[in-house]
T-cell receptor, first 114, second 113 residues
Framework: DADVTQTPRNRITKTGKRIMLECSQT?????MYWYRQDPGLGLRLIYY???????NKGEISDGYSVSRQAQAKFSLSLESAIPNQTALYFC?????????????FGQGTRLTVV | KNQVEQSPQSLIILEGKNCTLQ??????????LRWYKQDTGRGPVSLTI?????NTKSNGRYTATLDADTKQSSLHITASQLSDSASYIC????????????FGAGTQVVVTP
């Protein structure tokens, strides 16, 4: 089983719809992240959370919101999806206690907004 | 402007041949640099990590180099295999960056028989 699991893996939704992407992890890490990947661009940070009560905006948070329901769960919502939010979305975790910055990624969610 | 630039954008190599990927960065103050491998349809996976004091590090057929003075890194793949076909992403971390990472756009490598 994957350490970082994202659901759904693929989703097609219509403009204006609300959609939630979910992420769960079994690594016991305290830090969780949501990234977006577009062709020709590096991964860009949407939101990050360092513990259950901590939520921070990344560089491209507009149009997105998140919820850290538990240490192991971090969900990303698009309140009103628009076509330019079509992208590959990755959840990642890291461990603050190790002093290392290695990020462990889920398999990704391919979102298409039509 | 992206603080991490990778080249080439893509390359095609014959199985068994070697190749070198480049990464230039402007991130400062520099903490460490990782190379990730991203297979199609999967999340990136770390290959190597290099800190300021390290010049070279190997992981099997992958060898990364770092020149912190010129802010350049390279990833050399030796005796390429079909399974090396993937995107290779350079990721740089700042000192005290609380886990914030700067990602390059990646180099897409295709290994052909």
């Amino acid at each position: 089983d994957a350490d970082v699991t994202q659901t759904p893996r693929n989703r097609i939704t219509k403009t204006g719809k609300r959609i939630m992407l979910e992420c769960s992890q079994t690594k016991g890490h305290d830090r969780m992240y949501w990234y977006r990947q577009d062709p020709g661009l590096g991964l860009r940070l949407i939101y990050y959370s360092f513990d259950v009560k901590d939520i921070n905006k990344g560089e491209i948070s507009d149009g997105y919101s998140v919820s850290r329901q538990a240490q192991a769960k971090f969900s990303l919502s698009l309140e009103s999806a628009i076509p330019n939010q079509t992208a590959l979305y990755f959840c990642a975790t890291s461990d603050s206690g190790s002093g290392d910055t290695e990020a462990f990624f889920g398999q990704g969610t391919r979102l298409t907004v039509v | 402007k992206n603080q991490v630039e990778q080249s080439p954008q893509s390359l095609i190599i014959l199985e068994g041949k070697n190749c070198t990927l480049q990464c230039n960065y402007t991130v400062s103050p520099f903490s460490n640099l990782r190379w990730y491998k991203q297979d199609t349809g999967r999340g990136p996976v770390s290959l190597t990590i290099m800190t300021f004091s390290e010049n070279t590090k190997s992981n099997g057929r992958y060898t990364a180099t770092l020149d912190a003075d010129t802010k350049q890194s390279s990833l050399h793949i030796t005796a390429s295999q079909l399974s090396d076909s993937a995107s290779y992403i350079c990721v740089v971390s700042e000192v005290d960056s609380w886990g914030k990472l700067q990602f390059g756009a990646g180099t897409q490598v295709v290994v052909t028989p």
